[in-house]
């Protein structure tokens, strides 16, 4: 009974500090939101966070990117050459990249790369109170620090995604050409066949949604580091845990909105 008792007292502590962390998020994103207006005289700080977002992102979005559509063109290819409708790879891997692979994958590699990065450069300000230097400075740590970091993912996120999703095309051509012996004009024309805006807007949308919240995340952890090196360590593993786990549940709720609601 005691260790019924203590597993439930766990369970009940975990979602106390769950429910903690996910107001302290929200009431992050309302303080970014009010410091927008002073973000022309953060315009260095955001170009050097672009900076690091971007060319940090790129190289990983292109290993990645190229066998997502290598492999969802395998898998759908080899299905589809059993009816002899193997021409349509070009429609199915456009829709999938487009639609949830583009935006999920860059999502993960930006949470890993980036986010976890602004955890751990936060966290160490935090535990050495830098941070609280700035506050006695009355420096704003939201305008100072938050505000350029999330405005820098909203945009490069969505950038990512564009750049994901062609080579992600590209790479589901270059199976379908080599393995499956689909003609070049004939992949390419079925995949802008299938594209509608939806498709493309949609998928857009949800990398910038992903985008701010992978940034506000590893914000909120870093911000809220304690004990030192350790605790740094926790908050830049619970930022990247946080942003996939989040990045899944927006997925599904976009896909909803945009896909069943709106379509209704």
């Known amino acids: 009974m005691k260790a019924l008792q203590n597993i439930m007292g766990g369970f009940y502590a975990q979602g106390e500090l769950a429910v903690i962390g996910l107001g302290y998020n929200i009431m992050l994103l309302w303080q ?4 927008l207006q002073y973000l022309p005289r953060r315009i260095k700080d955001l170009v050097h966070q672009i900076e690091l977002s971007a060319f940090g992102g790129f190289p990983v979005a292109l290993i990645v990117g190229t066998f997502t559509g290598m492999v969802l063109a395998l898998q759908a290819g080899i299905e589809l050459a059993r009816y002899g409708q193997e021409e349509n790879i070009g429609a199915l891997v456009a829709a999938s990249m487009c639609r949830e692979m583009g935006p999920v994958m860059t999502g993960y590699i930006l949470a890993g790369l980036i986010g976890s990065t602004m955890a751990a450069e936060l966290g160490t300000m935090k535990v050495s109170e830098e ?10 740590p939201v305008n100072f620090l938050v505000l350029p970091r999330v405005v820098a ?3 490069v996120c969505p950038l990512l995604t564009i750049y994901t ?24 024309r079925y995949a802008q ?7 493309i807007y949609s998928g857009l949308f949800k990398s910038f949604v992903f985008g701010i919240t992978i940034a506000l995340v590893g914000c909120a952890q870093g911000l809220r580091a304690q004990n030192g090196a350790a605790g740094v360590g926790r908050a830049t593993m619970r930022a990247v845990v946080i942003s ?12 909803w909105l945009f896909y069943w609601t709106l379509s209704s």
């Open 193 to 199: 066949e299938s594209l509608d805006l939806k498709d």
């Open 131 to 140: 941070i609280d230097a700035l506050e006695v400075m009355s420096i704003n």
């Open 244 to 255: 996939f786990i989040a990045i899944l549940i927006f997925d599904y709720l976009l896909t």
């Open 153 to 155: 993912m909203a945009l």
């Open 165 to 188: 999703n062609l080579i992600g095309i590209l790479g589901g051509a270059v199976i379908g050409n080599m393995i499956l012996n689909v003609n070049f004009n004939l992949y390419f």
């Open 32 to 35: 970014t939101f009010f410091q």
